[in-house]
């Protein structure tokens, strides 16, 4: 396969690398990735991570796995391990399921090649395509609060909701960013904040629970979150925190936008309630992990609820920012993203 480079991910010497967002921003490690099992692990391990990440990391893999000679039928069952890596993202099925199309042909290897430079591609185009959209609402010398992170290193492009920031900030519309550390994994404090400094953007790192003062005193004119799993009523599933930073927003009268590429809507899903939640491991509550060291302070044998995403409801959200532009509450009520018949 030809070289390829995004931020978090390479093919060189055709093989798939990718950068270590675990150890990130204190070391930059790129880990080889020759077999299904070392992108289950970092999937699961969250080295790669963010919805498009995931899905455009599985399919390189497997056509460099199908260029490298692996027959159909292993192909397919190493398409549904992929699969099944994370639950929540639908991303992933999505991309796969374009994959799984073209396992079908009789020239597979050439044509899932093809397929996954593709969605890296559109990726890239839908991440500018949200940029241009969202920063279209922005109001000039916007203090905008952020989750999670949903910047270059978890897409092909320049992001979702802080592809839109930036743009935001290119067009000289932003004044700072309030980035939520996002515990328990801390992607905001180890990830937003370091891609808002390479951007050169100003930003004020914040425990969670700081985000509902600031609004109390006025300090966040918009917020702006990516999404892991869109619903067809527009419930929304993304990172443990976000449903909270809704509530508060909807309090304060603060605007509430979700940016994310079309490949995160899921149709068939009626609503939030029927979107698999992914449970994580109670370490990452019980202490912290990294590469600046582990840590842990509860007590041994604590019980711990450790869910990795939550749903918000339509009903708190101000806008969706697709790819294909902005789509209003009017517009989601009214059945924009239920299945097309
Ligand atoms: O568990 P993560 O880090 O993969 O969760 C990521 C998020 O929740 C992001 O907001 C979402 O995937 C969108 S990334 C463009």
């Not at 260029?67 to 890596?85: F, H, N, V």
């Not at 073209?102 to 839908?126: F, G, I, S």
């Not at 960013?177 to 370091?194: H, I, K, M, S």
Request: aromatic share 6%; charged share 15%.
């Amino acid at each position: 396969m030809q070289t390829l480079s995004t931020t978090s991910l390479q093919i060189r010497d055709n093989q798939l690398w990718v950068l270590d967002q675990q150890a990130l921003p204190q070391k930059k490690i790129w880990c080889p990735t020759p077999d299904v099992a070392s992108l289950v692990e970092h999937i699961k391990t969250l080295r790669v991570r963010g919805a498009p990440l995931i899905g455009l990391s599985a399919s390189l893999l497997l056509a460099l796995l199908a260029e490298q000679g692996m027959p159909r039928a292993e192909l397919a069952e190493a398409l549904e391990t992929l699969r099944a890596s994370r639950p929540t993202a639908v991303n992933l099925m999505n991309n796969l399921d374009r994959m799984k199309l073209v396992l079908t042909q009789d020239n597979y290897a050439t044509a899932l090649t093809e397929e996954a430079l593709r969605l890296v591609a559109e990726d890239k185009t839908l991440c500018d395509n949200i940029a241009d959209a969202g920063s279209t609402l922005i109001v000039p010398g916007s203090r905008l609060l952020t989750h999670c992170n949903t910047g270059g290193l978890a897409t092909a492009g320049v992001g979702t909701a802080l592809g839109v920031i930036a743009r935001g900030w290119q067009q000289g519309k932003v004044a700072s960013v309030w980035v939520d550390e996002t515990r328990p994994l801390l992607q905001g404090g180890r990830l937003t904040a370091w891609e808002l400094g390479e951007l050169g953007v100003p930003y004020h790192l914040i425990c969670d629970s700081m985000a509902a003062s600031l609004m109390a005193q006025g300090k966040v004119d918009a917020i702006w979150v990516g999404a892991d799993r869109i619903a067809a009523n527009g419930d929304v599933a993304n990172k443990i925190g976000t449903y909270s930073l809704a509530v508060l927003a909807q309090y304060h009268n603060v605007p509430f936008y979700v940016a994310a590429p079309h490949t995160t809507l899921d149709r068939h899903c009626p609503d939030g309630s029927a979107i698999p939640i992914e449970q994580r491991a109670a370490s990452e509550v019980t202490g912290v992990a990294g590469s600046f060291g582990d840590v842990t302070w509860a007590p041994e044998g604590a019980q711990v609820y450790n869910p990795a995403f939550d749903v918000t409801p339509a009903s708190l959200i101000s806008g969706w920012v697709l790819d294909t532009g902005v789509v209003t509450p009017e517009q989601v009520t009214a059945g924009v993203f239920q299945p097309r018949v």
